[in-house]
């Protein structure tokens, strides 16, 4: 399925939508034809796979852009799926070689009709009485089932759809809200169903037939966009990376790199007319809130503290980006729908760009109880690899990095540990600068192009910052850059990796062809992004799909989420090249070369805590519940079964909560160590008050909200594993490495 995706930078959107206009034709123009042809034959020439035109299924094609249309699989059926398979299957490839866009607009054509009967239909069956007591249920994932065979089978689709939108409705109260009109504090924290009542039955019925009348505008598209989504859909069939840029789609592109636009910081998605985080940002208002988690939807939208929240489920994700951003200081008021369907709340954020402050390393010395005294150990947060701006302004994040070793060093730390678990990538050229404050010299990366031709990026600044032991703490959403930098030390044998079972697995490199620029004399300012590199890590690894193995695994929620490279459409497959490493193992430059040894003791040490400890009882709770939930193929469209589950999973949160309240309170003593760039920023802007906020980088489970203890599980294993390492090192220097070691608690 080709998802819509905008990202933000301050709320820029990547992909634009417009209201449709009467005088639009449903043609190929002559500006399309000559995009057409020239994506295919941009992609075919550049992009990694060497796969043609002729190699690519048009099938799959065709499907693909009805899965774009119609992504839950609720106007078109089977049957008329197949039908044009059979009409433009065989020829699809002469379509696009002549950049004939016919096809895209004959399959547009019988959808829209559709979306208008079925529309018109939903906003009947309101009318009707629905008993909402009877059983039955509805597909979870609508994306991953089959169109409806035939016109009754969809008749029985929309029926059912209509109920679950009622009883998401009703079941959907603002928890906020209705804790302020009762009086109480207005936690999001809470374990009450909604009571259930005519009046506000009746509520629900006028909302959604407002929201079905938005519908027919929502689908409504213009002929470029149409355009779009057809050349996407080819496109993707390459991998899942590679995508057309209309005009339009590249200027809000282009806006959101130049960070041009304020807003909520994040990466919005339109999943089945929902508008759903898909990501959140480092350092933007929506991350330092601190409540949303990746998957929330965004259900309405006020301006300032007192406007009116308007119900946006259903309005064009364009439509719904002009009301979020604004304004630099200006409020704007989300309701959120979680998705660990725990009750919809309110939050108000300000608008803003992302400070540069809010995205910089941050570091902590954590101090462990020992039985010869204490142990100091530390840790660095990276939230991403940013850089420099073409201005000379901004920061690089390995200056940062050897700063706070720096600051590290005079408390006298043992074991260092780079926590990576949301760091989403970034500049190349800093992760490999990042990785030589760790290594001498040597490889870090490989990169082979289209042609074959490989590159070797090698760090070879002999400057070495910390060669004291090092740990790296990594997650699924550790991608790209993060995985270069995890991919040289674990190849050069010099950190060891924990967290989640593997990385993202991202380890392809994408170009923007503007097409005004690759052909004479063409007008229309589109592009072509094309997957044109792969990343393979000094031993010759692919970090595509695979990503980079933890040495010690240490899960989190994100372990059972399909977050990863591998769950996407048509992923790029793992393949190897020969190693750039030295073929002899004789450099003893470093102090602390990993060994299979170490690797064994530490991990034989988690492993056994990871048995005893009560706090991995709440976390492998905590991440079978998630599973569940991710698993379920149906859900009740029955209202008593319906508020019975949500009761089972409010009582699930509020068990969860009261046992890590009991951990939080014993959390060993922690000095928080900043850049001396963000201490002046802080002073500035006067934003010292943000550093009471909790950590936004730490792993968020589903089931957080803003009362939930701060108590990061994965963290505090990775200083436990750290200290036995030093203990370890100690014993070793004493001559006495034979000796029993106690495990850290």
Not at 449 to 468: L, P, Q
């Amino acid at each position: 399925m080709i998802s819509r995706i905008f990202t933000f930078l301050g709320l820029a959107a990547v992909l634009a939508h417009a209201q449709s206009k009467p005088e639009s034709v449903y043609a190929t123009t002559p500006a399309m034809q000559n995009e057409a042809r020239a994506t295919v034959a941009l992609i075919e020439r550049y992009h990694i796979s060497k796969k043609t035109l002729a190699e690519i299924d048009a099938n799959e094609v065709i499907k693909t852009f009805c899965e774009t249309l119609d992504p839950a699989k609720l106007y078109f059926t089977q049957a008329e799926i197949d039908g044009f398979i059979n009409r433009y299957g065989k020829s699809l490839d002469l379509y696009l070689v002549r950049g004939n866009l016919t096809p895209a607009f004959e399959i547009y054509s019988v959808f829209k009709e559709h979306v208008a009967e079925r529309t018109q239909g939903a906003i009947a069956a309101l009318n009707q009485k629905i008993d909402l007591n009877q059983p039955g249920t509805f597909p979870v994932d609508r994306q991953k089932g089959n169109w409806p065979a035939d016109t009754k089978e969809a008749d029985d689709l929309w029926s059912r759809r209509v109920r679950l939108d009622i009883l998401s409705e009703l079941l959907g109260e603002d928890r906020t809200t209705q804790k302020k009109k009762d009086g109480k504090n207005a936690s999001v924290h809470d374990t009450q169903v909604p009571e259930i009542n005519e009046e506000k039955i009746a509520e629900a019925l006028t909302k959604l037939k407002k929201r079905y009348e938005k519908t027919r505008t929502y689908l409504d598209f213009e002929p470029q966009e149409i355009e779009e989504f057809f050349l996407t859909a080819f496109s993707t069939q390459f991998d899942p990376h590679s995508t057309f840029f209309s005009q339009r789609t590249l200027e809000e592109f282009e806006i959101s790199m130049r960070n041009m636009l304020c807003g909520i910081g994040a990466t919005l998605t339109d999943d089945e007319g929902y508008c759903t985080v898909k990501e959140i940002l480092p350092g933007g208002p929506l991350e330092l809130n601190g409540k949303v988690k990746s998957g929330d939807r965004i259900i309405a939208v006020g301006q300032d503290e007192k406007g009116e929240m308007e119900d946006i489920v259903g309005l064009r994700l364009t439509k719904t980006i002009s009301r979020i951003r604004g304004k630099q200081g200006t409020i704007v008021r989300l309701l959120i729908d979680p998705v660990d369907n725990s009750g919809r709340f309110t939050i108000n954020l300000v608008r803003d760009q992302i400070k540069l402050v809010n995205q910089m390393a941050s570091a902590r010395c954590i101090e462990i109880p020992s039985g010869q005294g204490n142990i100091n150990l530390g840790v660095i947060e990276l939230p991403a690899f940013y850089g420099k701006n073409p201005d000379g302004t901004g920061s690089s994040p390995t200056k940062d990095v050897e700063e706070l070793i720096g600051k590290l060093k005079k408390l006298n730390i043992k074991v260092l540990v780079m926590d990576l678990r949301k760091n989403g990538g970034g500049l190349l050229t800093e992760a490999i600068d990042l990785s030589g404050l760790f290594i001498k010299k040597g490889s870090v990366l490989q990169v082979r192009d289209s042609m074959g031709r490989i590159e070797d990026y090698r760090d070879e600044n002999a400057k070495v910052a910390w060669d004291g032991p090092l740990i790296v703490l990594t997650s699924k959403l550790s991608a790209s850059a993060s995985e270069i930098f995890c991919g040289a030390l674990k190849d050069h044998r010099r950190a060891v990796i924990v967290g989640d079972s593997t990385t993202h697995g991202k380890g392809s490199v994408q170009n923007i062809i503007e097409l005004k620029r690759a052909f004479k004399d063409f007008d229309p300012k589109s592009a072509v992004k094309i997957t044109i590199q792969k990343w393979y890590a000094p031993s010759g690894s692919s970090i595509q799909l695979k990503g980079v193995p933890a040495d010690i695994i240490v899960p989190s929620v994100y372990s059972v989420l399909p977050v990863a490279e591998s769950d996407l459409e048509r992923p790029l497959a793992w393949d190897s090249i020969p190693p750039s490493l030295p073929k002899s193992d004789d450099d003893d430059s470093l102090s602390f070369k990993i060994s299979p040894d170490l690797i064994q003791i530490l991990k034989a040490s988690s492993e056994k805590r990871q048995t005893e400890l009560p706090e991995f009882v709440t976390l492998n709770r905590t991440i079978e519940w998630t599973k569940s939930r991710q698993v379920r193929k149906e859900i009740s469209l029955s209202l008593p079964q319906r508020r019975q589950e949500r009761a089972d999973d409010l009582a699930f949160r509020e068990q969860v909560r009261s046992e890590l309240d009991k951990l939080a309170a014993q959390k060993y003593k922690i000095i928080e160590i900043k850049l001396d760039a963000a201490i002046e920023q802080e002073k500035l802007e006067d934003t010292d008050k943000t550093s009471k906020i909790k950590r936004a980088s730490r792993v968020r489970d589903p089931i957080e909200d803003e009362d939930w203890p701060d108590y990061d599980i994965q963290l505090m294993e990775s200083v436990r594993i750290a200290a036995d390492w030093a203990k370890l090192s100690e014993a070793a220097k004493a001559g006495s490495a034979s000796q029993p070691m106690s495990s850290a608690r």
